[in-house]
Nanobody, 128 residues
Framework: QVRLVESGGGLVQPGGSLRLSCAAS????????MAWFRQAPGKEREFVAT????????YYADSVKGRFTISRDNAKNTVSLQMNSLKPEDTAVYFC?????????????????????WGQGTQVTVSS
């Protein structure tokens, strides 16, 4: 089993930055694809970013490309999301997700069903 806990959310001004962290326990993340999703009020869960085992491959939603950066530290069993140039449209609960052991990033990386384990979420609010 994998337990994921997100942290780092909060209230920021438009144009500001936040760094989210996801800490894992119960199993290593080194052989799992990892991702961030988000869910705004009244909307469905949306893909944000994903990263491969070795961090050599990343993919981003068009809405965040160039502003967000996903990274991982397998030695520390953590995944991060650096968010810059934040917009009000980025307001959402952000979730960390981990795939099945032994399965790396695939062609359906943007689908939530590719990820087995989920954190509880952390709130990000971008407002003046």
């Amino acid at each position: 089993q994998v337990r994921l806990v997100e942290s780092g959310g909060g209230l920021v001004q438009p144009g500001g930055s936040l760094r989210l962290s996801c800490a894992a326990s119960g199993s290593t993340l080194s052989n799992r694809a990892m991702a961030w999703f988000r869910q705004a009020p009244g909307k469905e869960r949306e893909f944000v970013a994903t990263i491969s085992w070795s961090a050599g491959t990343t993919y981003y939603a068009d809405s965040v490309k160039g502003r967000f950066t996903i990274s991982r530290d397998n030695a520390k069993n953590t995944v991060s999301l650096q968010m810059n140039s934040l917009k009000p449209e980025d307001t959402a609960v952000y979730f960390c997700a981990a795939g099945l052991s032994g399965y790396d990033i695939c062609t359906h990386y943007y689908h939530s069903y590719e990820y087995k384990y989920w954190g509880q979420g952390t709130q990000v609010t971008v407002s003046s």
